[in-house]
T-cell receptor
Framework: SQTIHQWPATLVQPVGSPLSLECTVEGTSNPNLYWYRQAAGRGLQLLFYSVGIGQISSEVPQNLSASRPQDRQFILSSKKLLLSDSGFYLC?????????????FGSGTRLTVV | AQSVTQPDIHITVSEGASLELRCNYSYGATPYLFWYVQSPGQGLQLLLKYFSGDTLVQGIKGFEAEFKRSQSSFNLRKPSVHWSDAAEYFCAVGAKDSSYKLIFGSGTRLLVRP
């Protein structure tokens, strides 16, 4: 079966510290992968997406970066966190051929920058 | 570029009353359309989706949505709301290029009066 894993579930980090959030998908090949952020009381903002290994598209200029070192692994990083990076981060995937079955979201990482 | 507008930030209805949540989109063609629900502190659950064909789509939990091309709308409805429906509802538009990137509206928070 197809599943998506995100970790950690919660994270408290000091300002200026680095960040690495990982997302992995099981049971599929060549998925499209997406990172979203939801600030407190706000909607979901698309940060990055990837249609293949090493292919990253950025939607919003910011303090974050993304990488896809393996087909089913998507990593969100920051060298130095800002207070404004706090939020709920969600990873999502669809098969590379399209969203016929909808987008599947991970359970999310709640990041608090202090 | 695609965009989604959910004009109602909050909606309060009485239990048993009918519900309609509004969604308008902007896209060069008919996009993929979705409604997701998010309970407090939780991830996203797909309620229903529209790709083509019959403009009235049925989803889970008794929800339905109607696609109206002339109005660029995809409103969500439920004939009788239950207290457990209290949550945040997001309309989303999926691109029809190889990115299939999903853009969300800002969400509508539904409150249910006993």
């Amino acid at each position: 079966s197809q599943t998506i894993h995100q970790w950690p579930a919660t994270l408290v980090q000091p300002v200026g510290s680095p960040l690495s959030l990982e997302c992995t998908v099981e049971g599929t090949s060549n998925p499209n992968l997406y990172w979203y952020r939801q600030a407190a009381g706000r909607g979901l903002q698309l940060l990055f997406y990837s249609v293949g290994i090493g292919q990253i598209s950025s939607e919003v200029p910011q303090n974050l970066s993304a990488s896809r070192p393996q087909d089913r692994q998507f990593i969100l990083s920051s060298k130095k966190l800002l207070l404004s990076d706090s939020g709920f981060y969600l990873c999502a995937w669809i098969p590379g051929v399209g969203p016929a079955y909808g987008y599947t979201f991970g359970s999310g990482t709640r990041l608090t920058v202090v | 570029a695609q965009s989604v507008t959910q004009p109602d930030i909050h909606i309060t209805v009485s239990e048993g009353a009918s519900l309609e949540l509004r969604c308008n989109y902007s896209y060069g063609a008919t996009p993929y359309l979705f409604w997701y629900v998010q309970s407090p502190g939780q991830g996203l659950q797909l309620l229903l989706k529209y790709f083509s064909g019959d403009t009235l789509v049925q989803g889970i939990k008794g929800f339905e949505a109607e696609f109206k091309r002339s109005q660029s709308s995809f409103n969500l409805r439920k004939p009788s709301v239950h207290w457990s429906d209290a949550a945040e509802y997001f309309c989303a538009v999926g691109a029809k290029d190889s990115s299939y990137k999903l853009i969300f509206g800002s969400g509508t928070r539904l409150l249910v009066r006993p």
